[in-house]
């Protein structure tokens, strides 16, 4: 193929789109929807697995010291358990502090905050976990500095249902996003098949008059990237704008959202090229079909 | 240049639009097609163009079997032929002049020589003023002029035409007759469909009379009726 | 029965197609209406089936001012009218015995006399064997002729044919014309417009030509071409 | 109109269901897949609402009795709150159970179990709600009950907390499902709007020809509708069939997925009514584009 060409094809498929202006801005409003839906979808999916990560991040392990521990034996206990690389954040509770918020969780009660002395409530450390699902390790580790498990008081059972929960969530989320992602290519690929199908008269004659498979199918795929392209931009910027309308409304308002759980840019990159890749295959395939002449 | 060997096309429906027909068309020839309406002229056409296969028998234009044409081929076969189209089949999108150049386009030739080219063969047709018209936006006989200026715009060896002068008015008709003669006189194999009695009489090339899609007659500086 | 006052229509792109014509055909007339490739023959027909609008001047048909007629009574108008378009318009997924048949089922007539006559007229425009053929399965004429038993099916008070013999053989044409004259005699106003100067050479009917969007002759009993 | 012109129109529409079937599987395809999306919102709309409320009627209230109070006095006050209408279950705690409870709380802790004496938890009852919602309004009566504020204990904070999330997602849930459905009724007018696009040449010629709007369009119209109702009741059953899949499985091993708060019935002749409305009106509104011949 000669290389003026590409200018040739360029203005047919420019002059097409404005030509047959009521078939672009429906394929363009079509790809728009769909992109828009399927963002939606990428969106919420990244803001629950957000969420679900914040949750896991509140999940507290306890470790009490024995009555008899020295302040030594604490000293180094706290020093070797904060280079713990799964631990974010780990807080002393001296007896005396225990002893404070003890007397605060029954002040409504006088008879039981004062039932205890400040030498029943033990030390305890309590730990931050980036994730939830090492509580298991954390405390493996901490049973090897020394700790009887019934000295160790963590949530096994609410990191169990979370992991649980988080999972099936996470993966309930792909599924989602991939069933919009057919959809999406089902319902677009529809549209332009719907668009070439009322051209199919055309590329007959093209054919017959002598064009190639290539000079005929070129236009029409550079066409169907520009609607691509189009709806696909304009779906990408309404998607990320109305994301971070969301996240500023939710972080003063709601709870926090980690906005840098999303990447708005690749997001609108990913959008575009899904957009742009489903146009120009589907107008490529849809053309096939009547090259046949 | 264009062979028919024991041809028979039928269509899907049953219908025989050819039988059996054997045909020999030399290069350089001049020949008037002609029959009844459904005789198996357009069908023809487009077995040449290879726009449809025979059901037997087979083809050759230009030194080919068209049976041995691969599908990625063909475009190149039918460049080397013109062909105007019973219906036009004009692109609804392009103007006269576009519609002309696109079959420059699609060989390959440079922009300069297509803007040249196109408006001077569409001044010969009697189209200069409507260079810039939609299909649309066209008469019947304007849109078929602009199907015979396409046709022969990048000087095809061998030029089909199906009913070229069937909305043209007596007088245009003379001149685009005219212009298939020159075309031919420069070396063009012309095969021209048609059912104008007049100008068959009146040019005296030679017919091939079809009938119910056999060819009954073959004469040399015939005439449109059987001339007993 | 139709009446042209002053009527000019100029296309969107400033392309004049008729210029102040003025012209009555009263009942029972048959007139052919000759002319050059591009002289607005076609344009009259889509005026008087208010296809379009005139851009000056008015007409009436039947008695009834076409600019006068609501949107929704354009059908009912169009009823009175058959008409056989150069592009035959038939609808490509429908069989020739169904595009006929439409004709009639848009006036709201029984489905028996459909099934009754449908196959009759077709047979009459040599059809019997394509009864069930699709247009994209016939040739160039049968569609042609298809398009023309449509026109009359339903035998309204005028028929409009636009080039209706431009596909056909000199044979079936003759046949054409002929049923257009029975039609004609019966008290059907006929409007053709044709390029078939044989035709209307030997018919030696009322002959109104256009050159240019201007009416330039108008002779009862004329031939195509201007006789001195 | 004539009555026996119904008979020819649907002859008509199926015939052209049959001749045009690209477009037809096309147009059918679209509206199944926007009304199984829309259909998958509605669900999961009904979904989450039903869990929200789930965990709503978990909330307990829970009211003290004073130290001094008489087991008559007790019968009396668990008598009348058993009659409000707005608690579903009343337990009653005994002092001794309360001490039970305390000692199996801190079994591991053996000094603070054993710190409390068994006259020094009061008695008290816990009252489970059928509206989270209602807890205020309980929380009033029980104080004329003889209750002073000090004596109850019901979490205010979460309740309000939940109504107001649950408000959030109830509204967001709407809105998504309204997105939706206009997403649906875009894509699917738009693929109707395509697909007789390219008849457009056959409505100018049965308008030529003498047709009057309405039987130009009635035919396309009863296509529309069968359309519709294909494409809609294909994913309507799906739909329903997942969802039931879903109830069955989500009982079995998740939560309890309240079943009864989704009529499947209703649901599927709703999806069934959006996909033929849309797919009438669609037809309705393209076709009269191309009637103005
Ligand atoms: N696609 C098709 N499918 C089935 N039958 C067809 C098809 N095309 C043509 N025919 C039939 O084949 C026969 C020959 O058709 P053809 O178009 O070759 O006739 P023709 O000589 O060109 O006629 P005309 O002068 O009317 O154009 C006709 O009877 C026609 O009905
Ligand atoms: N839709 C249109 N828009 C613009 N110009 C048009 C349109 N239709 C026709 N014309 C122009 O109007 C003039 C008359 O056209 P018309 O179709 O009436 O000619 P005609 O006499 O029927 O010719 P033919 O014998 O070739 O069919 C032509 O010059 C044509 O180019
Ligand atoms: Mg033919
Ligand atoms: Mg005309």
Redesign the pocket.
Known sequence: MRSNNWGFFLREAVKNLRLNLLMSVTAITTTAVCVMILGAALLVSAHLQGIIRNVGQDVTITAFFPENASQETIDDTLSSVQGYPEVSESTYVSREEALDRWKETFSDQPDIASSVGSDVLPASIELQLNDPRDSGAVAEKLRSEGFEEGDLNYPQQTIDNLNWFTGYMVWALRVATILFLIASILLISNAIRLSIFARRKEIEVMKLVGASDTFVRTPFVLEGLVQGLIGATLAAVVVVWANSAFVNWAQSYLFSVSSESINAFGLMLTLIAVGVLIGVAGSYFSVRRFLKV | MIYFNNVTKVYDNDAVALEDVNLGIEAGEFVFLVGASGSGKSTMMRLILKELEPSRGNISVNGVKLGAIPRRYVPKHRRNLGCVFQDYKLLPNKTAAENVAYAMEVTGQKRRAVRTKVPQILDLVGLK??LN?FP?????????RVSIARAFVSQPPILIADEPTG???PETSVGIMQLLHRINHIGTTVLVATHDREMVDVMRKRVVALEAGRVVRDKVRGGYANEV
Do not use: M, R, V, Y
């Open positions: 003023d409507k018209a649309g936006q066209l008469s019947g006989g304007e849109q078929q909305n043209l008015d």
